[in-house]
């Protein structure tokens, strides 16, 4: 099969009991067999691209607009990512206008390096929140958009893995490199060059320095 019609799933360790979530899923029907052992593969074991869509565009009806950020640290990640740009999404469901920002480390064939991306971008986005009332200057480092935080994600990813940097620029072919990372989003809706305590702070102003007293009665 082609790659862009290929199933994407995670395995997950147990099978759900709740089938009607493989409702929207359009191969797992040819497979269920519900008296199959507990030892053997199962559809119910898996976690399709399809039920992670199905929860945005939920999530996109109840509340738009909504910032959605997703990293996806494992093998053949990238391939999970492809229905966010497919022009059929597009022009149904208006993905490219979801605030939706997902990471993946590793192309559609690719292996990924463990798990060092997602510990450098988890690391860079404490650091860029923390408070730092001895700073001044005119920036703060919370001012940083999204798509600043992965760029430096990415480019200290890079530093820590030469010997795998220099292989890529050698190979013959994206299914030969290792671990190459690549982000996606809805092109239109902006989520790249939002702030980064914007999206991850909820923050609210303390309006009164001593505490209220209750009104309600005891």
């Excluded at 395995?11 to 030892?39: Q, V, W």
């Excluded at 691209?49 to 929860?55: C, D, E, K, M, N």
């Excluded at 149904?92 to 991306?117: D, I, N």
């Excluded at 290792?178 to 939002?194: L, P």
């Amino acid at each position: 099969a082609m790659l862009c019609y290929m199933q994407r799933f995670m395995l997950m360790p147990y099978r759900t009991p709740n089938t009607k979530l493989y409702d929207c899923i359009s191969t797992a029907g040819h497979e269920m067999d519900f008296k199959a052992p507990d030892y053997l593969p199962s559809p119910l074991q898996r976690f399709y691209w399809q039920h992670i869509f199905s929860v945005m565009h939920q999530s996109q009806k109840i509340e738009p607009g909504r910032a959605i950020i997703c990293l996806y640290q494992f093998c053949t990640a990238g391939g999970h990512l492809k229905w966010i740009e497919n022009a059929a999404m597009e022009s149904f469901h208006r993905t490219q206008c979801w605030p939706v920002f997902m990471m993946a480390t590793a192309r559609e064939q690719q292996y990924s390096l463990g798990f060092s991306f997602t510990n450098i971008f988890l690391d860079n986005l404490v650091n860029v929140l923390k408070d730092d009332d001895n700073d001044n200057s005119s920036r703060r480092k919370s001012s940083l958009t999204l798509k600043q935080l992965y760029a430096m994600s990415v480019e200290k990813y890079w530093k820590s893995h030469k010997v795998e940097a220099a292989h890529n620029k050698s190979a013959a072919s994206p299914s030969f490199k290792y671990g190459e990372i690549q982000a996606v989003c809805g092109k239109e809706s902006g989520v790249r060059d939002v702030s980064v305590e914007k999206l991850f702070l909820n923050r609210k102003k303390v309006q009164d320095t001593e505490p209220r007293k209750s009104t309600t009665p005891m």
